[in-house]
């Protein structure tokens, strides 16, 4: 099993926070971000753990190698004009590498919080793609915003726990049977048709109104879940967050 970690991003909505380091830099309860994903990984037995910066790529990069002993990064230098899914790309080698080794891949945004049972949860998951939900979203969003439904997206299930939908603009809690976290993982078996089908995109069209390079990767996820309609919902019942505003460093978990 192997990780990586987008973190690529600059973080405009916690400035000043990081006008001298990447977003995931900053600091949860006096922890960088990225800490708090890099020991769950460990914790659950995974070290070949990859990042990929853009950001002050340099900073983020040394942090790493000196704090946890991390030598595998990838750089997006196109980050201010690209999005997640061009991020996960720019570790194309380290994608190819589980492939030929045979190895699933846990895919992990850098501006969320979660601990070793989400991703023991994860690992012991047997499907082709498997995808973290939070059934009980609504609490932390209650939290996070005055109305949830202002930030909350999308995310509808079949009868066999599949997701159907995800990463839509939701227009009512009907729409919404959990929230995706950010966390995913690719099967060895799987990854060579994942590799496959980003190469197959149209490059020349829109995607949920953004152009290729700018792709979000719920739009790629689920475009994923329309060709193939095998990525199950990996249920988890709190304990995480997503850092995006200077309010979010506040929740206590």
């Given at each position: 099993?192997?990780?990586?970690?987008?973190?690529?991003?600059?973080?405009?909505?916690?400035?000043?926070?990081?006008?001298?380091?990447?977003?995931?830099?900053?600091?949860?309860?006096?922890?960088?971000?990225?800490?708090?994903?890099?020991?769950?990984?460990?914790?659950?037995?995974?070290?070949?753990?990859?990042?990929?910066?853009?950001?002050?790529?340099?900073?983020?990069?040394?942090?790493?190698?000196?704090?946890?002993?991390?030598?595998?990064?990838?750089?997006?230098?196109?980050?201010?004009?690209?999005?997640?899914?061009?991020?996960?790309?720019?570790?194309?080698?380290?994608?190819?590498?589980?492939?030929?080794?045979?190895?699933?891949?846990?895919?992990?945004?850098?501006?969320?919080?979660?601990?070793?049972?989400?991703?023991?949860?994860?690992?012991?998951?047997?499907d082709d793609l498997a995808i973290v939900i939070d059934?009980?979203?609504?609490?932390?969003?209650?939290?996070?915003?005055?109305?949830?439904?202002?930030?909350?997206?999308?995310?509808?299930?079949?009868?066999?726990?599949?997701?159907?939908?995800?990463?839509?603009?939701?227009?009512?809690?009907?729409?919404?049977?959990?929230?995706?976290?950010?966390?995913?993982?690719?099967?060895?078996?799987?990854?060579?048709?994942?590799?496959?089908?980003?190469?197959?995109?149209?490059?020349?069209?829109?995607?949920?109104?953004?152009?290729?390079?700018?792709?979000?990767?719920?739009?790629?996820?689920?475009?994923?879940?329309?060709?193939?309609?095998?990525?199950?919902?990996?249920?988890?019942?709190?304990?995480?967050?997503?850092?995006?505003?200077?309010?979010?460093?506040?929740?206590?978990?």
């Amino acid at each position: 099993m192997k990780a990586i970690i987008l973190a690529a991003g600059f973080g405009s909505r916690l400035m000043p926070l990081t006008k001298d380091n990447p977003k995931c830099m900053v600091k949860y309860q006096n922890e960088e971000l990225i800490s708090y994903e890099i020991k769950a990984l460990k914790d659950a037995g995974i070290s070949d753990i990859a990042v990929v910066g853009g950001y002050l790529f340099d900073i983020l990069k040394k942090f790493i190698q000196e704090r946890f002993n991390l030598y595998t990064f990838y750089e997006n230098k196109n980050y201010a004009n690209t999005n997640m899914v061009q991020t996960l790309f720019c570790a194309r080698e380290f994608l190819q590498k589980c492939v030929e080794q045979k190895e699933d891949l846990i895919v992990s945004y850098a501006d969320i919080i979660y601990f070793k049972d989400s991703i023991e949860k994860l690992m012991q998951a047997k499907d082709d793609l498997a995808i973290v939900i939070d059934k009980e979203w609504k609490k932390l969003w209650q939290k996070r915003f005055e109305n949830p439904l202002d930030d909350a997206e999308t995310l509808k299930l079949d009868n066999k726990g599949f997701i159907k939908e995800l990463g839509k603009k939701a227009k009512s809690y009907d729409e919404i049977e959990g929230q995706y976290i950010g966390l995913f993982k690719i099967s060895a078996n799987f990854l060579p048709s994942f590799l496959n089908f980003y190469d197959s995109l149209d490059k020349n069209i829109l995607y949920d109104g953004k152009d290729f390079n700018n792709m979000y990767m719920t739009s790629f996820l689920q475009s994923l879940i329309d060709t193939f309609n095998n990525a199950k919902a990996i249920e988890i019942y709190g304990n995480w967050c997503e850092i995006d505003f200077k309010s979010d460093l506040g929740i206590v978990l």
